[in-house]
């Protein structure tokens, strides 16, 4: 381990990795940013993750063992206490920096000192046809998205430590599987987030995924920051009926009756009298976030007709905005058949 303290730590948890932890860190060696430490967390593998780590000869590499397996939120805030960088990158053990990651954001947190932690865009592989993941990118955008989503890719994620130190700042293990979410929506409280609109990271793909594993402890922990966020934006005009408007809007898997979309509706135009009210989000970035959400609601209702139209149109951004004209037209050709 160097005896000098980086500019910047790269935070690496690592459980049976061995089949791509080779590549991640070689990524992270390779970066055009050099000053840094990339911490690595072995939890307790019992594979040849530790050897793989320890195979590498670069004094740049710190690795720290848990005895037992602490699982990943236990295991990410050992990484955040014993960090000594100035700035945490979160990296996770079967992903692939882009060779100007670190660079990239470290030239947007040095010039902005308000800016607590940035993102970047990121490519899919391994599994399916790649895709590029976009992201809000201004911390207008950010802070509306945080209404339902998480909106920075985690294994992306750039921290300024000072600010998470400052304002106590780690994941809680009582939202298991979206302890990122968590930690961003408490983030956005103190201070500003963004993203850069460029691919920093090849994400893989495949079949142990926690998002395809857990499916249902990630969708109750999610469930719970979005009514915390909620109730903390609508105060006294919070109800019982927010929990499942919630549901109802942001799943975009489920389809939904004519009677829920008139329901959700109505507590749209709440959502938009309060902000009028209060301006906690900008018009424009809310009026963009609910815009998309309300289109895939729409198209979520499986017995169309001009009845839903009208409902679509009725709000301001169903005859303009952020859906695009070729989106409207299709809920209407679907609404008229």
């Not at 902005?112 to 932690?117: F, R, S, T």
């Not at 927010?242 to 749209?268: C, K, Q, Y």
Request: hydrophobic content about 40%; aromatic content about 10%.
């Amino acid at each position: 381990m160097r005896d000098t303290a980086p500019r910047l730590t790269v935070l690496l948890p690592v459980f049976n990795a061995a089949p791509y932890l080779g590549e991640a860190v070689r990524s992270v060696l390779g970066q055009s940013f050099a000053d840094f430490e990339l911490l690595a967390i072995d939890d307790g593998s019992t594979d040849e993750s530790l050897d793989i780590l320890r195979s590498f000869d670069d004094p740049r590499i710190r690795i720290e063992r848990n005895d037992v397996n602490l699982g990943l939120i236990a295991t990410l805030n050992k990484g955040l206490d014993l960090a000594r960088g100035e700035y945490v990158a979160r990296m996770d053990a079967d992903d692939v920096a882009m060779p100007r990651r670190l660079e990239t954001q470290v030239e947007l947190l040095d010039g902005d000192a308000g800016l607590g932690a940035c993102g970047m865009f990121i490519k899919t592989f391994g599994f399916g046809r790649p895709k590029v993941l976009r992201y809000p990118v201004s911390n207008e955008q950010v802070q509306c998205h945080l209404l339902g989503y998480t909106p920075m890719a985690h294994p992306s994620v750039m921290f300024r430590k000072q600010l998470l130190d400052q304002h106590d700042l780690r994941y809680d293990r009582n939202f298991p599987h979206a302890e990122d979410y968590d930690l961003l929506e408490r983030a956005s409280h103190y201070f500003r987030l963004a993203n850069i609109p460029e691919v920093g990271l090849r994400y893989r793909l495949h079949a142990t995924q926690v998002s395809r594993v857990h499916s249902d402890i990630l969708q109750d922990s999610v469930a719970r920051i979005r009514s915390r966020r909620m109730k903390l934006f609508l105060q006294e005009e919070y109800s019982e009926a927010v929990p499942g408007m919630l549901e109802l809007f942001f799943n975009t898997g489920r389809n939904v009756t004519l009677d829920d979309a008139s329901a959700v509706r109505s507590w749209i135009d709440i959502l938009m009298g309060r902000n009028e009210r209060i301006r906690i989000f900008g018009d424009a970035e809310l009026s963009d976030f609910l815009a998309a959400r309300w289109i895939n609601m729409c198209n979520r209702v499986p017995r169309k007709g001009m009845h839903l139209w009208k409902m679509y149109s009725s709000l301001p951004f169903g005859r303009s905005g952020a859906s695009s004209m070729f989106d409207r037209f299709k809920l209407f050709a679907k609404c008229i058949l």
